[in-house]
């Protein structure tokens, strides 16, 4: 049976995580415990992967409730999510939608093998809350979660304060999605964007996201406002985008791996129909 997970080392506390399928969990190494951010699509012994890379206790933060980040929080006890994307992760964590899932976007057939540790669905999972502010002591190291809603409502983004290492994950990434019915309008993701910033300012000197690419330029946050403003203002480039049924566009050009023709991190997948926020009141 083909791995479904391989390791590689951000430093001696940090450690990525990518899936078969391309996503990034980080499990973050203190002297008492250990941080995992994020789950995956529930398959593959995460868990059991997790624990050959550590003997530490492991508590769980999840980003937020989409498929493929929170499905494997059920391996777990210790796990925590923002109460404002639960009913994502409800709506989102039967088999089935996680097949259609894994069928779209894994770069090969699932083997049937691996099929077979697919996690049930639990639409009843007991998370316990994940807040704004919110800080995981692991001993030597302090990791504080912050709110930093657009992509869904509960997105979190996550600061290793002695590190100096801000883990944006989907939040604000090279594809970052903003088009479906979860996501916010773009004026009111702009808004997010410039108070994640105001707050962050001058506590972080590498960034770390979810897909694609793992590390990537610490200027992605002014680059996304830089993206918001040129669709505010007509300035966009808008390829489109398909994704499972969904007509998007993508804002800024770039490649096939999602990386800008200019040269610079950080573009948006929105929805024409939800750009400005007051549009989004009247409609």
């Known amino acids: 049976m083909t791995n479904y997970y391989q390791v590689e080392k951000v430093n001696q506390h940090v450690l990525a995580i990518k899936s078969l399928g391309g ?6 190494l203190g002297k008492k415990r250990a941080l995992l951010i994020d789950t995956c699509v529930g398959i593959g012994h995460l868990r059991q992967f997790v624990e050959s890379l550590t003997d530490l206790p492991i508590t769980v933060a999840l980003s937020h409730g989409h498929v493929d980040h929170a499905m494997g929080a059920p391996e777990f006890e210790d796990v925590y999510l923002n109460p404002l994307d639960l009913p994502i992760y409800q709506k989102m964590c039967g088999v089935e939608t996680r097949l259609d899932y894994l069928n779209v976007t894994l770069p090969c057939t699932l083997e049937e093998s691996m099929k077979e540790t697919l996690l049930e669905a639990k639409p009843n999972y007991e998370f ?3 807040e704004d502010g919110q800080v995981f002591d692991l001993g030597d190291l302090h990791v504080a ?3 930093f809603p657009g992509h869904t409502p509960g997105m979190m983004a996550f600061l290793i304060a002695e590190e100096k290492i801000l883990i944006l994950g989907d939040a604000c990434n090279n594809s970052t999605f903003l088009f479906d019915e979860d996501a916010c309008d773009v004026e009111t993701y702009q808004n997010a964007l410039k108070s994640i910033k105001e707050r962050l300012n001058g506590k972080f000197k590498r960034v770390f996201i979810s897909h694609h690419d793992m590390e990537v330029s610490v200027d992605i946050l002014d ?3 830089g993206v918001c403003d040129d669709i505010m203002t ?3 480039d808008d390829l489109p ?3 499972m049924g969904i007509q998007a566009y993508i804002a800024k050009a770039c490649d096939e791996r ?3 023709k200019d040269g610079k991190d950080g573009n948006l997948i929105y929805n024409k129909t939800k750009i400005s926020a007051k549009k989004e009141k009247i409609s």
Do not use: D, G, Q, T
């Not at 996503?23 to 973050?28: A, D, G, K, N, P």
């Open 223 to 225: 680059n996304m406002l």
């Open 241 to 243: 985008f398909h994704f």
């Open 145 to 147: 979660a912050y709110a």
């Open 128 to 130: 316990k809350p994940l």
């Open 234 to 236: 007509e300035k966009s």
């Open 258 to 260: 999602f990386c800008r």
């Open 23 to 28: 996503e990034f969990v980080y499990l973050i």
